[in-house]
């Protein structure tokens, strides 16, 4: 049971460059969501959704876009990257009503 | 906007100590996490819990509802417990307010 994979662990990008970063659970939870890591903040709230087709924005949506396709799987993508956004990013999935929630093990992103 | 506030920030113990990790919460919750995340590593769950108290070895978390406050303790503490202690409280939509987390360093 892989629970909920993060793809890349590590990633350096370029000012301007774009990519996606992959999120992939095997619970068929409803419930995903981005969060960014960032010293001395917490998690916060990049863009979330509730079942597949439907997604929102959290606490901090801008510079990010996501999709949700399938139940499976939820790609945030950076269109443009910027030195800002520079964190650790953690996909996390739970079921409704069980307020449980799993995290993948965090990509580490440096854009430079 | 601190919905979650935790304490200390840092902590350093030596091994064997009992050590006790606060968190306060503003908002109205049905259950709160106590998460755990290692230098480097993801963040796994420790604890869910609405009421009183729970175990887990050497870890017990404690909740009081009317005063919107939750512990984490760790008896006899190890250096394999060195890691960053996360607060986290649902809101609707099952997503989270977390707090800033407390780094814990254990040494021999």
């Known amino acids: 049971n892989a629970g909920v994979t993060q793809t890349p662990k590590f990633q350096v990008l370029k000012t301007g460059q774009s990519m996606t970063l992959q999120c992939a659970q095997d619970?068929?939870?409803?419930?995903m969501s981005w969060y960014r890591q960032d010293p001395g903040m917490g998690l916060r709230l990049i863009h979330y959704s509730v079942g597949a087709g439907i997604t929102d924005q959290g606490e901090v949506p801008n510079g990010y876009n996501v999709s949700r396709s399938t139940t499976e799987d939820f790609p945030l993508r950076l269109l443009s990257a910027a030195p800002s956004q520079t964190s650790v990013y953690f996909c996390?999935?739970?079921?409704?009503?069980?307020?449980?929630?799993?995290f993948g093990q965090g990509t580490r992103l440096t854009v430079v | 906007k601190n919905e979650v506030e935790q304490s200390p920030q840092n902590l350093t113990a030596q091994e064997g100590e009992f050590i006790t990790i606060n968190c306060s919460y503003s908002?109205?919750?049905?259950?709160l996490h106590w998460l755990q995340q290692h230098p480097g590593g993801g963040i796994v769950s420790l604890f869910m819990l609405s009421s009183g108290k729970k175990k887990h070895g050497r870890l017990i978390a404690t909740i009081n509802i009317q005063e919107k406050h939750s512990s984490l303790h760790i008896t006899a503490s190890h250096p394999r417990d060195s890691a960053v202690y996360i607060c986290a409280v649902p809101n609707t939509g099952n997503q989270f307010y977390f707090g800033t987390g407390t780094s814990l360093t254990v040494i021999p």
């Open positions: 908002v109205g919750i049905s259950a």
């Open positions: 996390a999935s739970s079921a409704s009503g069980t307020n449980r929630a799993f």
């Open positions: 619970m068929n939870h409803e419930y």
